[in-house]
């Protein structure tokens, strides 16, 4: 689960660490008091989406001269004047695509002096399993970018959980970042609020790019980007309640709402598959023979007639979708549970693209008479690999 920079930044806060003053903004008419509780003299105006870029995106039939969207304002009417100017418009990035995605929130900040721009950032290191620091010189850039061109300008590390954190990785992360002097007592204060934000609230991903040194020498959070295990919300009401619908894909979203375990992907055949391991390859067996898959999505073991149905129905929702592939192995789901929800959810919806159900497993038998007797039009596969190559044929002509 991501959120938005103003509520990442009101949690580092929370935490004690160095950020700017700010106020967001749902309407344009809070603009004006929003920026004048604020001492100035120049203020940012950010919109506030769930994708980075912002600064370097443009706006959808954006005026000739018109910036991006982050501005820098002079005065308090100048910063109201940018807030009404990019609220409810749609804003394009190198992340959002070509769609976009419409601004809803605005954050209004005090100005920052910028001596340096660092680069920082907390994950989880899939191959340890540990919490890792990324750090770099160079801030304020996609750090993709720096990757790919000046890699040796990135030093990252991991935290061995059975030792914890200690003064030495907040040293280690200064000298990373080129600090000295009181920079670097900063600097490790700093990491130890970020990490243990980390580990309190369950973090993915925490990013703060820049990282700025100020004119003074002190170190500020100028930037933040948080995301979240979905699995453990449960037990964060607070993170929780800053969940954004409107920044979701909508039909991830419907997912998210019966359980289903759904990613929305760019190609052209819908797939319906019980198991991650299967449903990945389904989708790599469907790329062997020449298409793309239009998302991933789990139904998961123990699916109802009702579950199915819903997965269908998203499925078809799904404009770009072209043909569907069912690929069900039956351990505990059973397959003529998933065969009753595949028809109740064709005979809801209706059928405009070819579908292919391959069944396998507990009931299958069962599962194929439900299938043959429904007089739908219907391609029925005996394996994955058989089932793949029809459902491309019958997309692909």
Request: hydrophobic letters at 45%; one cysteine or more; a negative charge.
């Given at each position: 689960m991501n959120i938005h920079e103003y509520q990442a930044k009101a949690l580092l806060r929370s935490y004690g660490a160095p950020v700017s003053d700010g106020r967001v903004v749902l309407k344009a008419e809070e603009a004006k008091t929003a920026a004048g509780e604020m001492d100035g003299p120049l203020w940012v105006v950010k919109a506030q989406i769930h994708a980075g870029g912002r600064g370097k995106g443009h706006f959808k039939e954006a005026q000739a001269g018109e910036k991006g969207g982050v501005r820098l304002a002079k005065s308090v009417a100048e910063a109201a004047e940018m807030a009404k100017q990019m609220l409810g418009r749609t804003l394009v990035t190198h992340q959002t695509g070509p769609a976009g995605k419409q601004v809803n929130r605005i954050y209004i900040e005090d100005g920052s002096d910028i001596a340096r721009e660092l680069y920082l950032a907390l994950l989880v290191d899939r191959q340890s399993s540990r919490i890792s620091f990324v750090a770099s010189t160079e801030g304020g850039m996609d750090i993709e970018e720096v990757a790919a061109n000046t890699p040796e300008k990135i030093v990252s590390f991991s935290v061995d959980p059975a030792s914890g954190l200690s003064d030495f990785h907040g040293r280690r992360v200064a000298f990373a970042l080129g600090l000295t002097g009181g920079q670097v007592k900063q600097c490790v204060g700093l990491i130890k609020i970020l990490y243990k934000a980390f580990v309190e609230k369950d973090m993915e991903m925490l990013e703060i790019n820049p990282l700025i040194v100020t004119p003074d020498g002190n170190l500020k959070c100028l930037d933040a980007k948080m995301s979240f295990d979905g699995n453990a919300m449960y037990r964060h009401a607070d993170i929780a309640s800053l969940r954004d619908e409107t920044e979701e894909d909508p039909k991830e979203l419907a997912a998210s709402k019966f359980d289903l375990n759904y990613i929305a992907l760019d190609g052209e055949i819908g797939c319906m598959v019980n198991g991650a391991g299967l449903a990945m390859a389904t989708m790599d067996i469907i790329k062997l023979y020449g298409a793309e898959p239009a998302n991933f999505l789990d139904v998961g073991g123990g699916?109802?007639?009702?579950?199915?149905?819903?997965?269908?129905?998203?499925?078809?929702?799904?404009?770009?979708?072209?043909?569907?592939?069912?690929?069900?192995?039956?351990?505990?789901?059973?397959?003529?549970?998933?065969?009753?929800?595949?028809?109740?959810?064709?005979?809801?919806?209706?059928?405009?693209?070819?579908?292919?159900?391959?069944?396998?497993?507990?009931?299958?038998?069962?599962?194929?008479?439900?299938?043959?007797?429904?007089?739908?039009?219907?391609?029925?596969?005996?394996?994955?690999?058989?089932?793949?190559q029809k459902i491309v044929k019958a997309v692909k002509g």
């Open positions: 699916a109802t007639k009702e579950k199915v149905t819903e997965a269908f129905k998203i499925i078809t929702s799904d404009p770009n979708v072209k043909g569907i592939l069912v690929n069900i192995f039956g351990g505990i789901m059973r397959c003529d549970v998933i065969a009753e929800g595949v028809i109740s959810a064709v005979k809801e919806v209706g059928l405009k693209v070819p579908l292919v159900v391959r069944l396998e497993g507990t009931n299958v038998e069962e599962g194929k008479a439900i299938i043959n007797n429904s007089g739908l039009a219907v391609i029925a596969a005996e394996n994955l690999k058989d089932g793949a």
